[in-house]
C-alpha cells in the first residue's frame, strides 16, 4: 500500500493548479498496485494524481452542497489498480465480444526523408484528405510509405494541414510551456443555487451541455455524469463520430445531433444553452466562435455558467499550432514524447497509455466541480500540451517514481448493455455507471426533469 497526501508532489502539484486549498490534499489515499507500463516518463505519477485530484474535487464539492465548509472533505481513497485500467479503457473494450478498431492502418509513424512524420487518419473525412494531400494511389500503408519516405517531415506536416489532414512532423525537444489550467474569465455571478446532493453523487441535478469529441473530453463528461449530472452531448450530423469510440466514452450521458446552420436546431440548442449550468467544449481555437460559443460569448450572456475549454496544442502556442486540430498521439509527436519514447533503432515510439487524453479528462471534470464548489461564474482551459507539458517539465524533475508490482484488471472489468450490444469495459475509479450508453446521436436534444 502506498499512502500519499502533502508528500505527493504529483497530487499537490495538479490539486495547486486547480486553485484548491492545499492542506486537503492529504485527504487523498492511494492503495494497491497498477502499472502502465515502463517508460522514460512518469505516466502512473500522471495517472494516480489527476484521478486523484478528481476524487478530492468530488468530495470538496459534495462538503459544500452538504452545507458545510470545503475543507470538510473526508479521507478518500484511490486504488492504483482501477487507475491503470481506467487509463487504458479503450484496450479494454470488447462490443458484443469484439475487439475494437483503435487505429486504422494509415495512422502510425512514417519515416520521412530527414526523421519521422506521424499521422492520425481514424475518421474517414482525415483519411480522405491525407490520401489526397500526398496524391497516393490508393490508400493504402505502402502506398503512404512511399509517398512520405521522399520528402522531409515538416513538408508532408504542411502539405497534409494545408488539405485538411492531420500529420505531425516528430520534434527531438519540447514544445514551448503551456499551463496545465487556466482560470481565464470570472463574472463574479454565481450560478443556479445548488441544494444537497445524494451520496455519491455530488454533480447531481447538474445539467452538463457536452460538446466535446473522442476521448480527452469525453472522459471528462462520463466522469461527470458517473458522479450524478445530466450530460447531454451534442454533436453536428455531419461529423459522424466512431461506434468503439462513443461506445468507451458514452457512459454517462445521453446524445443527440443538431445541425446549427439550421434555425429549428439552432433554437433547440438556445434552449439546452439557458437551461445548462455547465458547458464543456473540445474544438480547437476559434472553431465556436463564428457561432458565437466562444467561453467569453457564453458567459456573457449566462454569467453564472461553468465553461470548460479543452484543445489540443494549447490556448498559448505559437501560429500555427493554436488553431489547428490535434489528438493524444500528435501532440506526443509534435511535443518531444514520441522521441524521448524512441526505441533502439530510433524509430519513436508512444507512451504507454494515451495518459494526455486521459489525464486532461480527469482534470477537467476536476476543475468543473472545484468551480461549481466555488459558486460557477468562471472560464476554465485546459489542452493535452499542457498535460504533456506537466508530464515533462514538472512531473519529470522530481525523481519520484510510483510503485508497481503485479496487478490483474480482470477486477476492474464489467460486462453492462448497451445500444451497442453488450460491453466488456473498464469501470470507473470512482464507483459504477447506472447503464452502458445508448448509439450516438440517438437521444432526443432535452434535459431531463431535475
Not at 1 to 21: H, I, K, Q, S, Y
Not at 179 to 187: F, K, S
Not at 281 to 308: F, I, K, M, N
Amino acid at each position: 500500500m502506498t499512502v500519499c497526501g502533502e508528500r505527493d508532489f504529483a497530487t499537490a502539484a495538479a490539486w495547486e493548479a486547480l486553485g484548491g486549498a492545499p492542506e486537503l490534499v492529504g485527504r487523498v489515499r492511494y492503495t494497491g498496485s497498477g502499472n502502465l507500463g515502463e517508460g522514460p516518463l512518469p505516466v502512473p505519477e500522471l495517472a494516480r494524481a489527476t484521478v486523484g485530484v478528481c476524487a478530492l474535487a468530488a468530495g470538496e464539492l459534495a462538503a459544500v452542497r452538504a452545507g458545510g465548509a470545503a475543507g470538510d472533505v473526508p479521507p478518500l481513497v484511490v486504488d492504483e489498480a482501477a487507475v491503470a485500467t481506467a487509463f487504458v479503457s479503450e484496450r479494454h473494450l470488447r462490443v458484443a465480444g469484439r475487439a475494437p478498431v483503435t487505429f486504422a492502418p494509415l495512422s502510425g509513424f512514417w519515416r520521412a526523408a530527414d526523421g519521422w512524420v506521424r499521422t492520425h487518419a481514424n475518421y474517414p473525412h482525415h483519411e480522405a484528405a491525407l490520401a489526397r494531400a500526398l496524391r497516393l494511389p490508393s490508400p493504402t500503408p505502402e502506398a503512404l510509405r512511399a509517398a512520405v519516405a521522399g520528402r522531409p517531415a515538416v513538408e508532408v506536416q504542411e502539405v497534409v494541414y494545408g488539405a485538411g489532414g492531420l500529420a505531425v512532423a516528430v520534434a527531438r525537444r519540447y514544445g514551448d510551456p503551456q499551463p496545465l489550467v487556466e482560470a481565464v474569465r470570472t463574472t463574479g455571478e454565481r450560478g443556479r443555487v445548488l441544494g444537497a446532493a445524494p451520496s455519491g453523487r455530488p454533480v447531481a441535478g447538474v445539467r452538463v451541455l457536452d460538446l466535446t469529441r473522442v476521448i480527452a473530453g469525453p472522459v471528462a463528461t462520463r466522469t461527470l455524469g458517473l458522479f450524478g449530472a445530466d450530460v447531454l452531448r451534442i454533436d453536428p450530423p455531419g461529423l459522424p463520430e466512431a461506434d468503439d469510440a462513443y461506445a468507451d466514452t458514452g457512459f454517462g450521458k445521453r446524445s443527440a445531433l443538431l445541425d446549427l446552420a439550421r434555425a429549428g436546431d439552432r433554437a433547440v440548442f438556445e434552449d439546452l444553452l439557458a437551461g445548462a449550468d455547465v458547458v464543456v467544449t473540445g474544438y480547437r481555437p476559434g472553431a465556436l466562435e463564428r457561432y458565437g460559443l466562444g467561453a467569453r460569448d457564453l458567459l456573457e450572456r449566462w454569467p453564472g455558467l461553468v465553461v470548460a475549454e479543452l484543445c489540443a496544442w494549447g490556448w498559448r502556442a505559437a501560429e500555427p499550432w493554436a488553431g489547428r486540430r490535434g489528438f493524444d498521439s500528435l501532440v506526443q509527436a509534435g511535443c518531444g514524447i514520441a522521441a524521448a519514447c524512441a526505441g533502439p533503432d530510433g524509430t519513436p515510439g508512444v507512451l504507454p497509455a494515451q495518459a494526455l487524453d486521459h489525464g486532461t479528462g480527469y482534470l477537467v471534470a476536476a476543475g468543473v466541480m472545484r468551480a461549481l464548489a466555488e459558486g460557477g461564474g468562471r472560464g476554465l482551459r485546459f489542452s493535452l500540451a499542457g498535460t504533456g507539458s506537466w508530464l515533462v517539465r514538472g512531473l519529470s524533475q522530481t525523481g519520484v517514481r510510483a510503485g508497481g508490482g503485479g496487478w490483474s484488471a480482470e477486477p476492474w472489468l464489467r460486462e453492462t448493455g448497451s445500444g451497442y450490444g453488450v460491453l466488456r469495459h473498464a469501470a470507473s475509479p470512482f464507483g459504477e455507471w447506472a447503464a452502458g450508453p445508448s448509439r450516438w446521436g440517438t437521444d432526443r436534444a432535452v434535459w431531463l426533469p431535475r
